[in-house]
């Protein structure tokens, strides 16, 4: 992973991305790569120009289209909770910013993002090539589906949560495989890991979550008056 050429350690912002590294350690992160990868990425090009400031404050911030760039803290726990060690194709589903694409980028072979709102997706990918990351592809369409020309998945992550996890995830996803998402449910929202063993699979639990809906076909509903 070292000769990988992101990360830009002269752009002035280096130091602010060492005090986050800090501050995810202190919370209970553990694992060095999803370390390394907060130090290296530039989370600053992957928010609007006016909150760049802010950039490496451990909040979620808004990104338009009513959606929002998840806070640190949140997405190490889910890229630590993926357990990758370098070699998977994954696929994930709303890429929004696409910082955590670029993480996963950082962290794993070959990555797919879905996002549903192309002006996003458009977004992301500018960001991503101004990172540097070339293992990367942002898709548009609905996530619920996955992507079946690229399946099977070695890790899935769904940044989003849904009221029960999508079949087609499932379906795509590979032997031994890892697929990290929130689910909606009584009390609020869960995080949960989806281990694929064999014909079955296995579900653990992983404290709560508090994620913007998953809308699709196998997500929740649209939000009233939109069509995309
Ligand atoms: N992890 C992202 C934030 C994701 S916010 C970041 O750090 O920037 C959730 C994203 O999921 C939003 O961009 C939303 O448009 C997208 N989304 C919601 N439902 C979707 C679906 N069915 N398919 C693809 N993207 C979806």
Same mark, same amino acid.
């Given at each position: 992973m070292a000769a990988r050429r992101i990360g830009s350690p002269g752009d002035g912002y280096a130091g602010y991305r060492e005090r986050l590294v800090e501050q995810l350690r202190a919370g209970g992160i553990e694992n060095l790569a999803v370390l390394r990868a907060f130090a290296e990425i530039p989370r600053h090009l992957f928010v609007p120009e006016g909150l760049r400031a802010r950039a490496y404050e451990d909040v979620? @911030? %808004?990104?338009g289209w009513?959606?929002?760039?998840?806070?640190?803290?949140t997405q190490a726990r889910y890229l630590e909770a993926l357990e990758l060690r370098g070699d998977e194709k994954v696929l994930e589903v709303g890429t929004g910013?696409? $910082?955590?694409?670029?993480l996963l980028?950082?962290?794993?072979a070959q990555v797919f993002s879905i996002e549903r709102v192309p002006e996003l997706a458009a977004t992301a990918r500018s960001a991503l090539r101004a990172a540097g990351l070339e293992n990367v592809t942002v898709l548009v369409g609905d996530g619920t589906l996955g992507w079946r020309? $690229?399946?099977?998945?070695?890790?899935? @992550? /769904?940044a989003a949560a849904?009221?029960? /996890?999508?079949? %087609? @995830?499932?379906?795509? @996803?590979d032997e031994g495989g890892r697929l990290v998402m929130a689910l909606m449910g009584n009390s609020g929202q869960e995080l949960?890991?989806?281990r694929r063993e064999g014909r079955s699979t296995r579900v653990e639990r992983l404290g709560t979550a508090n994620f913007l809906p998953l809308v699709g076909r196998y997500g929740a509903p649209l939000p009233e008056g939109e069509n995309r």
């Open positions: 979620a @911030l %808004p990104i009513g959606q929002t760039i998840s806070q640190p803290s910013s696409g $910082y955590q694409t670029a980028g950082f962290l794993a020309p $690229y399946a099977p998945y070695q890790a899935i @992550l /769904v849904a009221p029960q /996890v999508p079949k %087609p @995830l499932l379906e795509q @996803l949960i890991r989806i």
